[in-house]
Structures are given as C-alpha cells and as structure tokens.
Nanobody
Framework: VQVVESGGGLVQAGGSLRLSCAAS????????MAWYRQTPGNQRELVAS???????NYADSVKGRFTISRDNGQNTVYLQMSSLKPEDTDVYYC?????????????????WGQGTLVTVSS
C-alpha cells in the first residue's frame, strides 16, 4: 500500500490551502485516516483524524480553521486549511490505518506518506 500527499505550498497568513492524500495498492479496507505535522526537532503531532464512519477529531490549535474529509470510493483524505497562521508552517504527513490483502491473508498496519511542506508567511 502506498500513500501520496499533495497540495502543500507557500501561502500568506489568512489564506487557505487544501491537502490531499491518496492511498493505493492491495487495499481491503481503510479504517482511520489522519493528518499529522512536524517541525524538525519536534515530535510529530496529530492535526486531525477521521474514521470510516465519518467521525472526526481535531487538535485544539486547528479547531474551527481546518476541516478533514474523506472520499471512501477514492481512498482519499483531504485537509482543508483556512485562516492559516505562520505557526501552521510545518511538514504535513498523512497516515492511513489499512487492512491490506496479501495472497490468502489480510494484514493490518499503518502507512505514512512522504510529507508535504506548508509554509505560511506573515
């Protein structure tokens, strides 16, 4: 299973960006999908997550500004970021908890994307 993020870039404070993350491969079922962010030297922190039924969870720092959504048919998760602040500058990573098919067997695991850089200028 592979996970590829896109949509990062440079934006001015107060602006918006939309991140996308697409999973592909021998996917039997995707359970939760989530976005994390990390500044070099710091721990990776959860930004938002969404389960298969649509329930969501957000970090306090992004509540009311970011919205996570998913397209189950496309195995894709999105992060709509609005009212961006300079402190939102980070590398954003997508994580997918997936059950994959391997021959006659199933395997549960988590797969991370390579990260996409979001830079918010003041």
């Amino acid at each position: 299973v592979q996970v590829v993020e896109s949509g990062g870039g440079l934006v001015q404070a107060g602006g918006s960006l939309r991140l996308s993350c697409a999973a592909s491969g021998s996917i039997f079922r995707i359970d939760s999908m989530a976005w994390y962010r990390q500044t070099p030297g710091n721990q990776r922190e959860l930004v938002a997550s969404i389960i298969s039924g649509g329930g969501t969870n957000y970090a306090d720092s992004v509540k009311g500004r970011f919205t996570i959504s998913r397209d189950n048919g496309q195995n894709t998760v999105y992060l709509q970021m609005s009212s961006l602040k300079p402190e939102d500058t980070d590398v954003y990573y997508c994580k997918v908890n997936v059950r994959s098919r391997e021959g006659l067997f199933y395997k549960d695991g988590e797969v991370w994307g390579q990260g996409t850089l979001v830079t918010v200028s003041s």
